[in-house]
Every structure is written in C-alpha cells, then in structure tokens.
C-alpha cells in the first residue's frame, strides 16, 4: 500500500555541516514528492519539491535526491544553520492534494 | 507575503460538543484542505475541497466532520460530537493548483483539546 516513512527520527549537526536528511516511499506510482519543515507550534513549511521524472532538484541551501530504483528520497541542506532546527517531513502528492507524509526527523543543530 | 490564517489558535471543548475551526485560505487560491496532526505524529489528510464541494476524503474524515465554505473568504471544519481522539492540531492550507503541481501552504493550525 502507499506508505512514506523515514530513516531516522532524529539528526544532530553541528552549525555549518551538511545535513541529510532520508526518507523511503513504497509506492513506486507515486510522481510526485514533496519536503516540508516545521518549526516548533507551527504549520509545515514548504521547502522543495520533485517530479518523478527527476533525479536532483536544487534551491537555496537546499537539495533533494530521489532515487526511484530503491524508492528512496532525501534532503541536503548546506551549511546547516540554527534556524534550520526543525522536523522535517516527506510527502508523497496524492491527485487531490491527499499528501501522505512520513513521520517525520526532527533536526537539532548545535552552535 | 500571503498566509493562511486560522483560528481560533486553541480551543478546549467537552467531549460531545460542536466544535467549529475556522480558516481564511489564500485570496487567490482555489483548492483547501484540511489536515490533523495528532502530537508527536505524522501529518493525516482529512479532507480537500473544490468548487464548492469535497474533492476527496480519507477515512478519518467520517459522518462526524463536515467542512464549508460558507463565503469568499472562510472555509471551516465542524466536528459534530467531539471525541477524546479528535484531541490534535487542525491544519488549514490551500493551493492555487492541484497539490500534484503546486505548492500546498499551511496555516499555523488550530489546536483542539477534548476532555
């Protein structure tokens, strides 16, 4: 069935590396995939999305890898800061907007 | 910078009561949704709304809730007769697309506590 989850449930940097954050998806149908952040008492921040029928995306700071030979989707963030301190989801896009998102890796990043 | 905004931020009902959450989509955007987040959980999909009718709805979204855009401006999510595992974060958002091919924006969500 469709199902996105997550590698890990928490990420600890330190301010300036890398992050990496992963996220596997069953649902080999699925075009579309989606990285949302959400502060503490907040709503999910859009961050990036993808197509299917690409492998990399890249914004500001931020890059998203998906890989759909093994289903595996993730998010780099460059330099991370500490107002990158959040949990982040992946989501799958659903036709009518049912994003299905996964559980979630809260990011702590240590000055 | 455009935002969905929500009320009220918290609200405490009795198990059994009506509760009504309140959401104000962005102006321009033509697809709402509703989602509940239940603490320490993932983000659930209730319910996405078009043209004045439900587009679709998951299972969570049974004969208890209704949603309606009752104006241009408001859409809301009425819990009929409020249970203990209705307690979560309500979240409004809206799109200009369909999600497949826009960008979905969040309100900052209403949290519902029953007791």
């Known amino acids: 069935g469709e199902s996105v989850g997550l590698h890990l449930p928490t990420l600890s940097v330190q301010e300036g590396d890398n992050s990496i954050i992963n996220c596997a998806y069953s649902n080999s149908a699925s075009d579309y995939f989606i990285w949302y952040k959400q502060e503490s008492g907040k709503g999910p921040q859009f961050i990036i999305d993808i197509r299917s029928n690409m492998d990399k995306r890249q914004g500001q700071r931020v890059t998203v890898l998906l890989n759909k030979t093994v289903k595996h989707l993730s998010l780099q963030i460059a330099a991370t800061q500490p107002g990158d301190s959040a949990v982040y989801f992946c989501a799958e896009g659903g036709s009518q907007g049912n994003l299905i998102f996964g559980k979630g890796t809260k990011l702590s990043v240590k000055p | 910078e455009p935002e969905v905004t929500q009320t009220p931020s918290h609200q405490v009902t009795q198990m059994g009561q009506e509760v009504i959450l309140r959401c104000v989509p962005i102006s321009n955007h033509l697809y709402f949704y509703w989602y509940r987040q239940i603490l320490g959980q993932k983000v659930e999909f209730l319910v996405s709304?078009?043209?004045?009718?439900?587009?679709?709805k998951s299972e969570i979204f049974d004969d208890q809730f209704s949603v309606e855009r009752p104006d241009g401006s408001n859409f809301t999510l009425k819990i009929r007769s409020t249970k203990l595992e209705d307690s979560a974060m309500y979240f409004c958002?809206?799109?200009?697309?369909?999600?497949?091919?826009?960008?979905?924006?969040f309100g900052e969500g209403s949290r519902l506590t029953v007791l």
């Open positions: 958002a809206s799109s200009r697309d369909r999600m497949n091919t826009g960008e979905l924006f």
């Open positions: 709304f078009y043209n004045n009718e439900i587009s679709e």
